[in-house]
């Protein structure tokens, strides 16, 4: 079992940044993939970045590729997301997720584990 909480939303104009941080729980966490995803009002849950259990591999969105980063630290059981240039496409609720067949997957039914989510608000 792995538990996820996310941490770091907020109100944040346009332009500006944010860092999401996730910290997990459990007794295999250390060997799942993570990942990100962000469901806006009215719209289905979506990718965002996914990184592998040691950080040697990532996959982005392509329309966060270049402006969010996702980083992990293992030995604190925390996986990270900066969010640079935000625009106000970016306003979503954002979900923190373990993936244990350990691919860097898009698809929301690879992962096994989500957290409760943490909301991003970006105004004009």
């Known amino acids: 079992q792995v538990q996820l909480v996310e941490s770091g939303g907020g109100l944040v104009q346009a332009g500006g940044s944010l860092r999401l941080s996730c910290a997990a729980s459990?007794?295999?966490?250390?060997?799942?993939?993570m990942g990100w995803f962000r469901q806006a009002p009215g719209k289905e849950r979506e990718f965002v970045a996914a990184?592998?259990?040691?950080?040697?591999?990532?996959r982005y969105a392509d329309s966060v590729k270049g402006r969010f980063t996702i980083s992990r630290d293992v030995a604190k059981n925390t996986v990270n997301l900066q969010l640079n240039r935000l625009k106000p496409e970016d306003t979503a609720a954002y979900y923190c997720?373990?993936?244990?067949?350990?691919?860097?997957?898009?698809?929301?039914?690879?992962?096994?584990?989500w957290g409760r989510g943490t909301q991003v608000t970006v105004s004009s």
């Open positions: 997720a373990a993936n244990s067949a350990q691919t860097l997957a898009e698809q929301r039914e690879s992962y096994n584990y």
């Open positions: 459990g007794r295999t966490y250390s060997r799942y993939v």
């Open positions: 990184i592998t259990w040691n950080g040697s591999g990532t």
